[in-house]
């Protein structure tokens, strides 16, 4: 099962990000960056988590990033973004977040596969604790392979 | 297993795992719901689904599981609702269906 296609553009380590709102953005653009998804993607994002609440935070440091397919995906990615200093999202047992995973997917239909294999990477709860020691595009590559 | 509850009729347990985009969460929630249930041996078709759909979708759903963002929208419900705290945590989700779908 492979995992959505991850870009080495859409990878960043050690992101400064002033609050929640910031590091989806910086995943968004990310995703920019990498042809994934237009810009106005990362406000669809971040509209996502302020109307429905701090659920993309789905694991202790781990954001989930995401909004619904839709204009803004041209084509199925993933992001990966670390922070330098992690931000709170104002998650009841989760926060704060380190590691913001920002995905885009064109259609519902299909896209199941590809969560599953994010699922198989992160059940093993040492992948956030690696991706926070990441200090390499290749380290993310290794460890979300 | 025993069927406790508004089993379908095929006895199959319809479980629903409810984001806000029906993307994403839900479906991360859907396969380790899935790898639970085959774990413990309990046979349950595991939708995906957002608020918008939630009321043709988990009308005759048995379990609902989701965030605690959104039971308050889910509203009234004959469904189990579980809460799920960290969505990669598979020991956490088999506790929770276990103690909800009553396994023998």
Known sequence: ?????????????????????????????????????????????VRMIEEYGPYVVI????ALAHARPGNAVLKDGLGVV????????????????????????????????????????????????????????????RILQ | MTCFGSCSEDGIVKIVAICGAGIGTSGILKVNAERVLARLGIEADVLAAH???????????QVILTSAEFVDAIGPTNADVIVVENYFD???????LEAALGSE
């Open chain 2, 51 to 61: 608020l918008g759909t939630l009321k043709r979708d988990a009308a005759d759903a």
């Open chain 1, 59 to 62: 694991a202790p440091g781990l």
């Open chain 1, 1 to 45: 099962m492979p995992l959505p296609p991850l870009d080495e553009r859409a990878i960043i380590i050690g992101a400064e990000a002033t609050d929640w709102r910031d590091a989806v953005r910086i995943a968004g653009r990310a995703l920019a960056d990498a042809g994934v998804a237009r810009a106005g993607y990362a406000d669809e994002m």
């Open chain 1, 82 to 141: 670390t922070l330098a200093t992690p931000v709170p999202f104002g998650h009841p047992h989760n926060d704060p977040v380190h590691v913001v995973l920002a995905l885009a997917i064109t259609s519902p239909a299909g896209h199941l596969e590809s969560v599953a294999a994010i699922a198989n990477v992160f059940n093993d709860t040492s992948a956030v604790q690696d991706l926070i020691a990441a200090r390499s595009k290749d380290d993310v590559l």
């Open chain 2, 90 to 96: 598979t020991d956490e989700l088999s506790r929770k």
